[in-house]
């Protein structure tokens, strides 16, 4: 624990130093250090924030346990451990703006990918924008960790790397991306594990997606 805190303090230190940008488009708490909320801003390095200091349209009012209070561009929000970036919306948003909660901006990784935290039915995971598939797809270990009932789902089967194997087809009662959450998902459970859901075309065509050079921009239609 004294290592882990040591590492995140030295990241907060090396984040303090690089210039912030003009307006957050996300915020998420990855740790709590003592009476500090560790945020990571649009996907960037970690930054240790107490209550009453600012970065990038972001005050943190409180911090306790494993929640942190914040206001963002005159709105309270809270964020919780584990949980999915809340969205803030387009650049230059005001409070009160109708695209907050309708829109969220993903970061592209150095590999192209999109993989952010989101959640199904309330519960964490990790995903990756898939456009390829018809369904969310998901690794059964996740299913389970998830209490999906996917036992009780419709038996499909489904091409492996060790041959054909049956899945289950189901209906999610909601996916959600930052502010942004759809109802009524479907999607598969493969029978193997994943790393991560596949964010697929049964999600995302109820979105309308724009490429913003490394930034993927999820709107709610």
Known sequence: MRHL?????????????????????????????????????????????????????V?????SGDTAEVEIKGRRQTLRLGEAPISLGGRGAAAGDPALGRRV?????????????GQINGKTMVYMVDTGASSV?????????????FLKGQPVMMRTANGDAQGWRLRLDSVRVGDVEVFGVDAVVAPLPMPYVLLCNS???????????????????
């Open 5 to 57: 805190r040591a590492v995140l303090l030295s990241l907060a230190a090396a984040a303090a130093l690089a210039p912030p940008s003009a307006t957050a488009q996300s915020v998420a708490l990855s740790g709590v250090l003592g009476s500090k909320a560790l945020l990571v801003i649009d996907g960037g390095t970690p930054r240790a924030l107490a209550a009453g200091e600012s970065l990038q349209d």
């Open 59 to 63: 005050r943190v009012l409180q911090v």
């Open 105 to 117: 901006v993903l970061k592209a990784d150095n590999r192209g990918h999109f993989i952010e935290r």
């Open 137 to 149: 797809a998901i690794g059964r270990s996740d299913a389970e960790r998830m209490g999906l009932p």
């Open 203 to 221: 999600f995302l065509s109820n979105v309308q997606m724009t490429r913003q050079c490394s930034a993927l921009v999820l709107e709610r239609r």
